[in-house]
């Protein structure tokens, strides 16, 4: 067959996933989450700060909105020729942040790539990047510090050969696939599969919600150089989450500027112990009917409603309104005018998840060092009927659901870690209230190193704020994780691979 020129060129663009044109994006967009910056608002905003978006991976800033998502764990087992193909192949498919901006811009599946410590070691690579929790690993620090019990941890994330992470997005898992396995072809055999996990956003109506019914990644902070601020919004400096710019004030060494320290965790949900403990516990407004009264305590222990209202800005009844207008979801700081903030949770008890794990104007000046960028997914199917009628979540692990939980931050002991050992798993902070708040009654566990400790969170009953509630299991239960590097993509060019 003859093929003009022409036609030639038409097949070999086709063969180029990142070069075809999408006319739908990869990303998913529920009206209670911040829009994405315009390419050309990241542009401008970037070129006032010096940021380069083309060389800072996609995920790092666009927070919670991938609809399909593939962590795909692998183990070097040929560095050499790992960091041949990488450089070569890998390249050119990996997603920069601006290319996620505009549709037309898109992929048709993004893919970012991040290094364990032990997979920076497989590289010969034998720079300090200054964060002793990425170093020493997430298995370190799993029970002192996160509380985890070790017994649950998937036997990938306890043992030695997760090298690195795939993190592969599209609108659909045929895409995520053909990605994978052109991305396997390009590697050539130099890595195997460790573990994998598949996330995607839930179905119809609870698209952008996770597993117990609740909107998520509302709130995730604006980066000066990135975002439009929206109401309510704290604007942080991008050395927060990114290595090297402005803000992070760790020594580096030069390549790992624009990388991000990711953390990964596999956060198994109980969604129908958790509804059940709801019914059984339910508020006793009397204004209220018994299926609001439940609602409203699961409100109350999250901080919002299933919606995205903030309990803060809603406290009796949801706002469904109110939840989807970003200009105003997010625009709240627990303060109100003749508010006593040491002991009113009419509005927000102290040991709802949202305020637990950002305290806003709880602290006084609000905290700037303990932030993350959260970018994570559900997995998992939705819940059967045979487990919403037991009351308990199904042990064949192909009913398994949860979150694929992400973090980005420039410090995970200041970040991620920080997060869940001294304020969700504290249960005297929020410090300086006239109650202790407890335990975070959602990720806190109250035991370090055993699941199901009883937790006892004050507050979540706005009629008798005194009042315990005891939470005898956890709703959810960590699956284990690791700490990963996400290079920028002159690291990859110049540093992990060994060029063209
Ligand atoms: C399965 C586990 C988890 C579930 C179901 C969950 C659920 C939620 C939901 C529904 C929100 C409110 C929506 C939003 O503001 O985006 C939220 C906010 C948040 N979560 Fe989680 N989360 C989980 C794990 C974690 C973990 C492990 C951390 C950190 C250690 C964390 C930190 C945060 C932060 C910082 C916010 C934003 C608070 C704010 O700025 O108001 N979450 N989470
Ligand atoms: C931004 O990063 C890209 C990708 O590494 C690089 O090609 C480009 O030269 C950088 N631009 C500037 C102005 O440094
Ligand atoms: C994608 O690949 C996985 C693993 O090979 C397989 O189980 C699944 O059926 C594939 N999905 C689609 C839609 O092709
Ligand atoms: C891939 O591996 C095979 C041997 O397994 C080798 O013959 C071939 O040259 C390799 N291709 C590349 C691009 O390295
Ligand atoms: C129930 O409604 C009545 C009448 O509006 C109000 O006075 C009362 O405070 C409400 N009770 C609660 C617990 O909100
Ligand atoms: C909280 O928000 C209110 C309303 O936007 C604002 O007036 C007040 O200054 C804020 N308080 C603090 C401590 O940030
Ligand atoms: C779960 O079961 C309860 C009855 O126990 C029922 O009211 C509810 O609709 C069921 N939920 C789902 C999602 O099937
Ligand atoms: C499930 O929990 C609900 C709410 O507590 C309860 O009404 C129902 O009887 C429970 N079902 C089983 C099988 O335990």
Same mark, same amino acid.
């Not at 040929?78 to 192949?89: E, H, I, Y």
């Not at 690993?137 to 941890?153: C, F, H, K, R």
């Not at 991305?183 to 597993?211: F, K, W």
């Given at each position: *067959?003859?093929?003009?020129?022409?036609?030639?060129?038409?097949?070999?663009?086709?063969?180029?996933?990142?070069?075809?044109?999408?006319?739908?994006?990869?990303?998913?967009?529920?009206?209670?989450?911040?829009?994405?910056?315009?390419?050309? &608002?990241?542009?401008?905003?970037?070129?006032?700060?010096?940021?380069?978006?083309?060389?800072?991976?996609?995920?790092?800033?666009?927070?919670?909105?991938?609809?399909?998502?593939?962590?795909?764990?692998?183990?070097?087992?040929?560095?050499?020729?790992?960091?041949?193909?990488?450089?070569?192949?890998?390249?050119?498919?990996?997603?920069?942040?601006?290319?996620?901006?505009?549709?037309?811009?898109?992929?048709?599946?993004?893919?970012?790539?991040?290094?364990?410590?032990?997979?920076?070691?497989?590289?010969?690579?034998?720079? $300090?990047?200054?964060?002793?929790?990425?170093?020493?690993?997430?298995?370190?620090?799993?029970?002192?510090?996160?509380?985890?019990?070790?017994?649950?941890?998937?036997?990938?994330?306890?043992?030695?050969?997760?090298?690195?992470?795939?993190?592969?997005?599209?609108?659909?898992?045929?895409?995520? @696939?053909? =990605?994978?396995?052109?991305?396997?072809?390009?590697?050539?055999?130099?890595?195997?599969?460790?573990?994998?996990?598949?996330?995607?956003?839930?179905?119809? $109506?609870?698209?952008?919600?996770?597993?117990?019914?609740?909107?998520?990644?509302?709130?995730?902070?604006?980066?000066?150089?990135?975002?439009?601020?929206?109401?309510? &919004?704290?604007?942080?400096?991008?050395?927060?989450?990114?290595?090297?710019?402005?803000?992070?004030?760790?020594?580096?060494?030069?390549?790992?500027?624009?990388?991000?320290?990711?953390?990964?965790? &596999?956060? +198994?949900?109980?969604?129908?112990?958790?509804?059940?403990?709801?019914?059984?516990?339910?508020?006793?407004?009397?204004?209220?009917?018994?299926? &609001?009264?439940? #609602?409203?305590?699961?409100?109350?222990? *999250?901080? %919002?409603?299933?919606?995205?209202?903030?309990?803060?800005?809603?406290?009796?009844?949801?706002?469904?309104?109110?939840?989807?207008?970003?200009?105003?979801?997010?625009?709240?700081?627990?303060?109100?005018?003749?508010?006593?903030?040491?002991?009113? +949770? =009419?509005?927000?008890?102290?040991?709802?998840?949202?305020?637990?794990?950002?305290?806003?104007?709880?602290?006084?000046? #609000?905290?700037?060092?303990?932030?993350?960028? %959260?970018?994570?997914?559900?997995?998992?199917?939705?819940?059967?009927?045979?487990?919403?009628?037991?009351?308990?979540?199904?042990?064949?692990?192909?009913?398994?659901?949860?979150?694929?939980?992400?973090?980005? +931050?420039?410090?995970? @002991?200041?970040?991620?870690?920080?997060?869940?050992?001294?304020?969700? @798993?504290?249960?005297?902070?929020?410090?300086?209230?006239?109650?202790?708040?407890?335990?975070?009654?959602?990720?806190? =566990?109250?035991?370090?190193?055993?699941? $199901?400790?009883?937790?006892?969170?004050?507050?979540? $009953?706005?009629?008798?704020?005194?009042?315990?509630?005891?939470?005898?299991?956890?709703?959810?239960?960590?699956?284990?994780?690791?700490?990963?590097?996400?290079?920028?993509?002159?690291?990859? +060019?110049?540093?992990?691979?060994?060029?063209?």
């Amino acid at each position: *067959m003859k093929l003009s020129l022409a036609s030639f060129l038409v097949a070999a663009v086709a063969l180029q996933p990142a070069l075809s044109v999408r006319t739908n994006s990869l990303l998913i967009d529920p009206a209670a989450l911040p829009a994405l910056p315009s390419a050309q &608002q990241a542009a401008s905003a970037s070129a006032d700060v010096g940021l380069n978006l083309t060389n800072i991976q996609g995920d790092i800033l666009i927070g919670m909105k991938k609809n399909k998502e593939l962590f795909f764990f692998f183990t070097i087992v040929n560095p050499t020729l790992f960091r041949s193909q990488l450089g070569s192949g890998i390249l050119p498919l990996i997603t920069p942040t601006s290319q996620l901006l505009a549709v037309d811009t898109q992929p048709t599946t993004a893919v970012n790539i991040a290094f364990s410590q032990r997979g920076l070691n497989a590289l010969g690579i034998t720079d $300090d990047l200054g964060d002793t929790a990425f170093t020493n690993g997430q298995i370190d620090n799993v029970a002192t510090i996160l509380g985890d019990e070790t017994s649950n941890w998937e036997p990938a994330f306890a043992g030695t050969g997760i090298h690195g992470v795939f993190l592969l997005a599209s609108d659909t898992i045929d895409n995520v @696939n053909a =990605t994978l396995s052109q991305v396997q072809n390009i590697l050539n055999g130099s890595i195997t599969e460790a573990y994998s996990l598949q996330g995607q956003a839930r179905p119809g $109506d609870e698209q952008g919600h996770e597993h117990f019914g609740f909107m998520d990644g509302i709130s995730n902070p604006a980066v000066t150089g990135f975002s439009t601020p929206l109401p309510g &919004q704290q604007v942080l400096d991008p050395g927060l989450f990114l290595l090297g710019e402005s803000g992070d004030l760790v020594s580096r060494p030069s390549w790992a500027k624009d990388g991000s320290f990711l953390a990964f965790r &596999q956060l +198994q949900q109980r969604v129908p112990e958790f509804n059940a403990f709801l019914v059984d516990n339910a508020l006793s407004n009397p204004n209220l009917t018994a299926d &609001q009264n439940a #609602e409203l305590l699961g409100a109350r222990m *999250m901080g %919002r409603w299933k919606s995205g209202a903030p309990v803060d800005l809603a406290p009796t009844v949801d706002d469904p309104v109110l939840a989807a207008d970003p200009q105003q979801n997010n625009n709240f700081n627990y303060t109100h005018p003749g508010f006593d903030e040491a002991t009113d +949770q =009419t509005h927000c008890p102290f040991s709802a998840h949202v305020r637990k794990t950002n305290p806003r104007s709880d602290l006084n000046p #609000e905290d700037t060092a303990n932030h993350i960028i %959260r970018a994570g997914i559900p997995y998992g199917p939705e819940v059967t009927d045979a487990e919403n009628a037991s009351n308990v979540s199904s042990t064949d692990p192909s009913l398994e659901r949860g979150l694929a939980f992400v973090a980005y +931050q420039s410090d995970i @002991n200041n970040g991620f870690a920080f997060l869940q050992q001294n304020w969700a @798993n504290n249960a005297n902070f929020i410090f300086g209230k006239a109650t202790p708040p407890g335990i975070d009654p959602i990720i806190g =566990t109250g035991g370090l190193g055993q699941a $199901d400790v009883p937790r006892t969170p004050s507050g979540l $009953d706005p009629s008798d704020p005194t009042r315990i509630i005891t939470i005898n299991q956890d709703f959810v239960v960590s699956r284990g994780g690791e700490y990963f590097f996400s290079p920028s993509l002159s690291a990859i +060019q110049n540093t992990l691979s060994l060029g063209a």
